[in-house]
T-cell receptor, first 113, second 115 residues
Framework: GENVEQHPSTLSVQEGDSAVIKCTYS??????FPWYKQELGKRPQLIID?????GEKKDQRIAVTLNKTAKHFSLHITETQPEDSAVYFC????????????FGQGTILTVHP | NAGVMQNPRHLVRRRGQEARLRCSPM?????VYWYRQLPEEGLKFMVY????????ESGMPKERFSAEFPKEGPSILRIQQVVRGDSAAYFC?????????????FGEGSRLTVL
């Protein structure tokens, strides 16, 4: 089955700096790669996703890049703000069941004012 | 348009008791997924259901766990004879019939504590 590795496990940045979180996956059949943000005690919320037919996608301060050859994808957050502090999860799925996601272990992002 | 509704939000059970967690998908969604999140870990897929059908239960423990999504009413995740290791947050998610985006919408979760 699919295996997703996520790094780093914790990330601390100053407000205004950029943050980058990286994930690798094992199953070459995976073709859908979402990123979720989870605040303490809350539900995971989709912040951005990318499919295998594109290499990069951007939404305001958030961007995701995908390298299918190397089987890795990354989340980039620019101009970080304290409210960006949360746990971020990458995930991968493919085939006929996009909803069967394999999640990474999570990255605790702390943005210091 | 109400989101995915889960209840109870918090549930406390003693070892050996049963836990029933309920999930109502978003309006118009007939695909339901259950995930388990252990403390300080990522979410793990458990089961994927459509109305009256279990599509994929590859992530479900073989014993004590069962799930259903009847024609009428919410999806239910049932844990029999709970043990302390079952303490976790259980999230339900739903997606639309056509699966056109693949996006999952998660509920707020049910947090099970086994004493």
């Amino acid at each position: 089955g699919e295996n997703v590795e996520q790094h780093p496990s914790t990330l601390s940045v100053q407000e205004g700096d950029s943050a980058v979180i990286k994930c690798t996956y094992s199953d070459s059949a995976s073709n859908y790669f979402p990123w979720y943000k989870q605040e303490l005690g809350k539900r995971p919320q989709l912040i951005i996703d990318i499919r295998s037919n594109v290499g990069e996608k951007k939404d305001q301060r958030i961007a995701v890049t995908l390298n299918k050859t190397a089987k890795h994808f990354s989340l980039h957050i620019t101009e970080t703000q304290p409210e960006d502090s949360a746990v971020y999860f990458c995930a991968a799925s493919g085939g006929t069941s996009y909803g069967k996601l394999t999640f990474g272990q999570g990255t605790i992002l702390t943005v210091h004012p | 348009n109400a989101g995915v509704m889960q209840n109870p939000r918090h549930l406390v059970r003693r070892r050996g008791q049963e836990a029933r967690l309920r999930c109502s998908p978003m309006k118009g969604h007939s695909h339901v997924y259950w995930y388990r999140q252990l403390p300080e870990e990522g979410l793990k897929f458990m089961v994927y259901l459509q109305k009256e059908n279990i599509i994929d239960e590859s992530g479900m423990p073989k014993e004590r766990f069962s799930a259903e999504f009847p024609k009428e009413g919410p999806s239910i995740l049932r844990i029999q004879q709970v043990v302390r290791g079952d303490s976790a947050a259980y999230f339900c998610a739903s997606s639309d019939d056509r699966g056109r985006t693949g996006e999952l919408f998660f509920g707020e979760g049910s947090r099970l504590t086994v004493l």
